[in-house]
C-alpha cells in the first residue's frame, strides 16, 4: 500500500478516476448486514441477494468476511468495490501483525477501515458508495463490539446492536424488539436470522432464506476463541427453523408490552 501510494497512487482504489457517465450508473449492489452483541461475543450476518437496479445481480453473495482472527466485516454499497477494500483490509491487519509481532487493537482496526472508506469518497460521490459493519471481540475489554460507518468514513461505535444496507431500516426494528443484553449465543444467531428476514419481508433488495435453492444467511460469531462461521448445516436448520415458526406467525416473535 505505501509503494503504491508513492509510485503509482492511481492504481489504489480511492484514487482512481473514473470518466464522466450520463444518467445512472448500474453496478452490483450488496445489501443488508445485521450484528449483535452478546455477553461471549458478536453475531455479524448477512444476506445473499446482490441487486443492480430492479434486477437481482446474484442470489448467493458472499457479503461477511473474517478480517482476521478476531474481527470481520459485513459489505453494503457496491459490490465489487467493497470486496476489494475487504482484501486491502485483511492485507494491511495481516502485514501489521506479521512486522509489529502483535496484532492491532480493535479501536486500531476500525480507525483503519475508516481511513479506507474516505479514501473512496470521490467515487462515492458518483454513486458507487461502500458502507461496512465492522465487529469484534476486544481482548483488552473482554467483549464484543460494533462499529458502522457512512460514506465519509464516519465510525459510531453502535451499543448492542447495528444494520446497515437498504433492508436495514427494517431489520434494526426486529433487532430493537427482541434485543436484551443476556443473550446466549444460540439466542443471537437466531436474532439476526430474524431480522435478515423482517428486512427480506419488506425490501425487495434484501434476500430471505431460499429453501428450494438451499442459499441461506451467512452468519459468523466472534468471541474470545475467535472467529467462527457457521457451517452450512447450522445455518440452515437456523434459517429452517425461523422459516417454520413463520408459517405460524407470518410477522415473527413479539416482544411483551411491559
Known sequence: MDFLGEHSPEMLPGKRNLPTVQGAFEAPHGTTIVAV???G???LAGDRRATMGNMIASRD???VFPADEYSAVGIAGTAGLAVEMVKLFQLELEHFEKVEGAQLSL???ANRLST???SNLGMAMQGLAVVPLFAGYDLDRERGRIFSYDVTGGRTEEQGFAATGSGSIFARGALKKLFHNQLSEQDATTLVVQALYDAADDDSATGGPDVARRIFPIVTVITDEGFRRLSEEESSALARSVVEHRLE????PRAALL
Not at 406467525?249 to 415473527?252: A, L, N
Open 37 to 39: 452483541t452478546f455477553p
Open 107 to 109: 479501536e486500531g482496526k
Open 116 to 118: 479506507m472508506i474516505r
Open 41 to 43: 461475543g458478536v453475531v
Open 249 to 252: 406467525r407470518p410477522d415473527g
Open 61 to 63: 453473495m458472499e457479503k
